[in-house]
């Protein structure tokens, strides 16, 4: 069992950056893959980024590559969303998931057993 509890959000100007964090509770974290997906007012939540639980390969929605970066650190327990660039479009619920071991799909949410509660992001142009 995991728990999830996300932080970091809050409201930036276009062009700044966010670091949003996810920390687990739990043990074993270590050998879950991570993920963050997003949801803007009115659209269905979108894939973001993910990170495979040995933290060697990192995945990212086209829409976001180059200017997010996840990471992890196994000893905090926590998985880390680096925002930099920011636009109005990436105003949404930021959530983090988890998904012990490897998922069939990284990009799929119902892959995902685990998730956050989420956490606001608005992107002020």
């Known amino acids: 069992q995991v728990q999830l509890v996300e932080s970091g959000g809050g409201l930036v100007q276009a062009g700044g950056s966010l670091r949003l964090s996810c920390a687990a509770s739990?043990?074993?974290?270590?050998?879950?893959?991570m993920a963050w997906f997003r949801q803007a007012p009115g659209k269905e939540r979108e894939f973001v980024s993910a990170?495979?639980?040995?933290?060697?390969?990192?995945y990212y929605a086209d829409s976001v590559k180059g200017r997010f970066t996840i990471s992890r650190d196994n000893a905090k327990n926590t998985v880390y969303l680096q925002m930099n660039s920011l636009k109005p479009e990436d105003t949404a619920v930021y959530y983090c998931a988890a998904k012990s071991l490897d998922p069939t799909s990284l990009t799929s949410e119902y892959e995902y057993g685990y998730w956050g509660q989420g956490t606001q992001v608005t992107v002020s142009s």
């Open positions: 990170i495979r639980w040995r933290g060697l390969n990192t």
């Open positions: 739990g043990r074993a974290f270590s050998s879950y893959s």
